[in-house]
């Protein structure tokens, strides 16, 4: 279950689970619960992602390279560790570059950050929120070279200039 102090930290932490499972690895190597609770940790205490999320999220990651697992026995207990491999630790200078973002709007003021969060449960639109952050994950996931990204960009940044002025309309 997910240890929530600050339900807009939630949200924005919600989408980020790759990126705390590999800063959790980052100078360590971890079994699942100790990732959890870096994962706390490291979002200074904010948000503690489920079990249900951590597991399948390793083993893909385990699947692209990211990670790699291994057992070891600790006392009676025969522990499954996880550990960053190369590939795990330049796809983890790729989202510290993110991070700065997420630091931002983390450091804005807490009554700041509540009347938006309020206004989108009123609106009713945290699930397409939601969706146009998932379609950005997919977007950085898939374009992550700089060759890709910067033919892409110019288009991007059109189509978020045209939403905004829509949402500028709507007022």
């Given amino acids: 279950m997910e240890k929530t102090k600050d339900a807009f930290a939630s949200f924005i932490?919600?989408?980020h689970l790759r990126y705390f499972l590999l800063k959790a690895l980052k100078k360590e190597t971890l079994h699942g619960y100790a990732i959890a609770k870096k994962c706390f940790s490291i979002s200074n205490n904010l948000w503690m992602p489920s079990f249900g999320s951590i597991y399948p999220l390793l083993k893909e990651l385990e699947k692209k390279g990211l990670v790699r697992s291994f057992k070891k026995k600790q006392g009676k207990k025969?522990?499954?560790l996880y550990r960053l491999t190369s590939a795990g630790k330049k796809e983890l200078k790729n989202l510290?570059?993110?991070?700065?973002l997420l630091i931002k709007l983390?450091?804005?003021?807490?009554e700041k950050r509540f009347p938006l969060l309020k206004l989108m449960e009123?609106?009713?639109?945290?699930?397409?929120l939601d969706m146009l952050r998932n379609a950005l994950i997919k977007f950085i996931d898939r374009n992550n070279d700089r060759k890709t990204l910067s033919k892409k960009k110019?288009?991007?940044k059109a189509i978020f200039?045209?939403?905004a002025k829509e949402i500028e309309n709507l007022a």
């Fill in 96 to 100: 510290e570059k993110q991070e700065r």
């Fill in 154 to 156: 110019k288009k991007l």
């Fill in 161 to 163: 200039a045209k939403f």
């Fill in 13 to 15: 932490f919600r989408g």
């Fill in 122 to 128: 009123r609106m009713d639109i945290e699930k397409e």
């Fill in 106 to 110: 983390l450091r804005g003021k807490r």
């Fill in 78 to 80: 025969m522990l499954k």
